[in-house]
T-cell receptor, first 115, second 114 residues
Framework: LAKTTQPISMDSYEGQEVNITCSHN???????ITWYQQFPSQGPRFIIQ???TKVTNEVASLFIPADRKSSTLSLPRVSLSDTAVYYC????????????????FGKGTKLSVIP | DAGVIQSPRHEVTEMGQEVTLRCKPI?????LFWYRQTMMRGLELLIY????????DSGMPEDRFSAKMPNASFSTLKIQPSEPRDSAVYFC????????????FGDGTRLSIL
């Protein structure tokens, strides 16, 4: 599994766009990049996943450069409710019935949104 | 969909006692994962199952920990005997069997061993 490196913490004001970058220099060809969000006293929650270029959903965007050695989670116009820990995971595709899985969570990035 | 259901939400017990944590995965998911989270070590995978069969238990810290999945809708994580260093939040997660399906986590069991 590719090791990931993220900033330990970030602060942002409400209404700003927040970009959290994750480095994964040893990413393998089959690895996907997945981001999770965790609030206190809750389990992690899936945000977005991508393989290359850009992925966007109703919550966030994920930018992945051509070399795929890093990725950036972009949260548009954050609010106080976006205060949470954000985890970047990089790992193998898993196959039904066998195979490896995206299993290793790092320490994550603690995002604090300031009013 | 009810999501992944864990019980109990909180458990406080004395050292040496047996502790059993329970998990009901999302119906139709054929992967089930047990994690432990502490401030020092973050989220650690303990064991995961596929179609009720344990696939990788290399994260189980020692023989005091055991996990079972007797059927597709129920799993247990048991600690016997428990020790204060086992105090943590234990999460269960499940995932579907198709490519790259994300994990769905329960709200965890906060375990305190006195």
């Amino acid at each position: 599994l590719a090791k990931t490196t993220q900033p330990i913490s970030m602060d942002s004001y409400e209404g700003q766009e927040v970009n959290i970058t994750c480095s994964h220099n040893n990413i393998a060809t089959n690895d996907y990049i997945t981001w999770y969000q965790q609030f206190p006293s809750q389990g992690p929650r899936f945000i977005i996943q991508g393989y290359k270029t850009k992925v966007t959903n109703e919550v966030a965007s994920l930018f992945i450069p051509a070399d795929r050695k890093s990725s950036t989670l972009s949260l548009p116009r954050v609010s106080l409710s976006d205060t949470a820990v954000y985890y970047c995971l990089v790992g193998d595709i898993f196959y039904s019935g066998a195979g490896s899985y995206q299993l290793t969570f790092g320490k994550g990035t603690k995002l604090s949104v300031i009013p | 969909d009810a999501g992944v259901i864990q019980s109990p939400r909180h458990e406080v017990t004395e050292m040496g006692q047996e502790v059993t944590l329970r998990c009901k995965p999302i119906s139709g998911h054929d992967y089930l994962f047990w994690y432990r989270q502490t401030m020092m070590r973050g989220l650690e995978l303990l064991i995961y199952f596929n179609n009720n069969v344990p696939i990788d238990d290399s994260g189980m810290p020692e023989d005091r920990f055991s996990a079972k999945m007797p059927n597709a809708s129920f799993s247990t994580l048991k600690i016997q005997p428990s020790e204060p260093r086992d105090s943590a939040v234990y999460f269960c997660a499940s995932a579907g069997g198709t490519v790259n399906q994300p994990q769905h986590f329960g709200d965890g069991t906060r375990l305190s061993i006195l």
